[in-house]
């Protein structure tokens, strides 16, 4: 999906027009993936513009980074308030936001610890992830012929730029066959989740996700969607799924800051049908809290 350009993006303390945002080719996270990110939707709400659980993802993104040894030099209270700066500056009622930590020029080699760590954040107009159409009738998927990353291998605990290669291979597959998103299995076969979110299926009234010890990422939005379902008083699973729970499920759905809660419809040409009544409901309840509607869940929106 083309960008749509801004007029600034905030980079190491600093904000520089969009045009002018630009790092060395020797940078080290362009030759070996080390940098670590968040995706973010700010919403227009009837306060101005809120972005969804900002602190959850700054968190997150501290964690990441640390765990790759990163020390991003600014607190999360800092990166929050950046956050609203570059939405603030760049006048956007609602948007997407980017927010990159990255090891910058300087050294090369696979060594990264020497590299200095640099840290940008940019926000710009973004669309639906997958279309309007397919927030209303839902999406075909396939299951990929490439595997998730190995829990030992790339931990899915550290949302790293370079651990996105497999999930590209997969969307490109995906995209070439036919489907709008792709379905990765792990190591071991079981279901993980997509190219770039998490994945819910529903039978006989509960709802069932993959734990998070099958390599999952732990996504926001997918905590979010848990939490919405339990205040409906819809009993969720954390279940091991296998590639047939998919093609025989009442309902299926995926979740990311930039994907939302997109329905799916069919799975290897598996017609699941348009969107249930669960995920309707949970689909208009979350739109309805990022919107800043619901009272109830008032703390996960941050107003700018």
Same mark, same amino acid.
Request: aromatic residues 8%.
């Given at each position: 999906?083309?960008?749509?350009?801004?007029?600034?993006?905030?980079?190491?303390?600093?904000?520089?027009?969009?045009?002018?945002? $630009?790092?060395?080719?020797?940078?080290?996270?362009?030759?070996?993936?080390?940098?670590?990110?968040?995706?973010?939707?700010?919403?227009?709400?009837?306060?101005?513009?809120?972005?969804?659980?900002?602190?959850?993802?700054?968190?997150?993104?501290?964690?990441?980074?640390?765990?790759?040894?990163?020390?991003?030099?600014?607190?999360?209270?800092?990166?929050?308030?950046?956050?609203?700066?570059?939405?603030?500056?760049?006048?956007?009622?609602?948007?997407?936001?980017?927010?990159?930590?990255?090891?910058?020029?300087?050294?090369?080699?696979?060594?990264?610890?020497?590299?200095?760590?640099? #840290?940008?954040?940019?926000?710009?107009?973004?669309?639906?992830?997958?279309?309007?159409?397919? #927030?209303?009738?839902?999406?075909?998927?396939?299951?990929?012929?490439?595997?998730?990353?190995?829990?030992?291998?790339?931990?899915?605990?550290?949302?790293? !730029?370079? $651990?996105?290669?497999?999930?590209?291979?997969?969307?490109? *597959?995906?995209?070439?066959?036919?489907?709008?998103?792709?379905?990765?299995?792990?190591? *071991?076969?079981?279901?993980?989740?997509?190219?770039?979110?998490?994945?819910?299926?529903?039978?006989?009234?509960?709802?069932? !996700?993959?734990?998070?010890?099958?390599?999952?990422?732990?996504?926001?939005?997918?905590?979010?969607?848990?939490?919405?379902?339990?205040?409906?008083?819809?009993?969720?699973? *954390?279940?091991?799924?296998?590639?047939?729970?998919?093609?025989?499920?009442?309902?299926?759905?995926?979740?990311?800051?930039?994907?939302?809660?997109?329905?799916?419809?069919?799975?290897?040409?598996?017609?699941?049908?348009?969107?249930?009544?669960?995920?309707?409901?949970?689909?208009?309840?979350?739109?309805?809290?990022? *919107?800043?509607?619901?009272?109830?869940?008032?703390?996960?929106?941050?107003?700018?």
């Amino acid at each position: 999906m083309a960008l749509s350009k801004a007029e600034k993006i905030w980079m190491d303390g600093e904000l520089v027009d969009w045009d002018k945002a $630009q790092v060395h080719v020797l940078t080290h996270a362009l030759h070996y993936g080390s940098g670590v990110f968040e995706g973010i939707r700010c919403y227009k709400t009837d306060d101005g513009p809120a972005v969804f659980r900002l602190t959850e993802h700054m968190e997150r993104l501290e964690r990441s980074a640390a765990m790759l040894l990163m020390d991003i030099g600014y607190s999360v209270d800092e990166t929050v308030a950046a956050v609203k700066d570059v939405i603030r500056v760049n006048r956007l009622e609602s948007c997407y936001v980017r927010p990159l930590v990255f090891r910058g020029y300087g050294v090369m080699g696979l060594d990264p610890l020497p590299a200095p760590v640099n #840290i940008a954040i940019a926000a710009w107009p973004w669309a639906t992830y997958l279309g309007e159409d397919a #927030i209303k009738h839902g999406v075909a998927v396939g299951v990929s012929s490439w595997r998730q990353r190995g829990i030992n291998s790339t931990p899915p605990a550290i949302k790293a !730029t370079g $651990q996105y290669i497999n999930s590209s291979l997969a969307r490109i *597959e995906a995209n070439r066959h036919g489907y709008a998103e792709a379905v990765l299995l792990n190591e *071991e076969g079981k279901v993980c989740e997509g190219t770039g979110e998490n994945l819910f299926i529903i039978k006989k009234g509960v709802i069932h !996700t993959p734990p998070v010890s099958d390599g999952i990422l732990e996504g926001i939005t997918r905590d979010s969607i848990m939490n919405l379902a339990c205040a409906l008083g819809i009993e969720v699973r *954390e279940t091991s799924l296998v590639r047939t729970d998919l093609y025989t499920a009442d309902e299926m759905f995926m979740t990311g800051s930039a994907a939302e809660v997109v329905p799916v419809n069919s799975v290897d040409g598996r017609v699941i049908g348009e969107p249930g009544p669960i995920t309707v409901e949970l689909q208009k309840y979350f739109f309805r809290v990022v *919107e800043g509607k619901e009272p109830a869940f008032a703390h996960w929106i941050e107003h700018v």
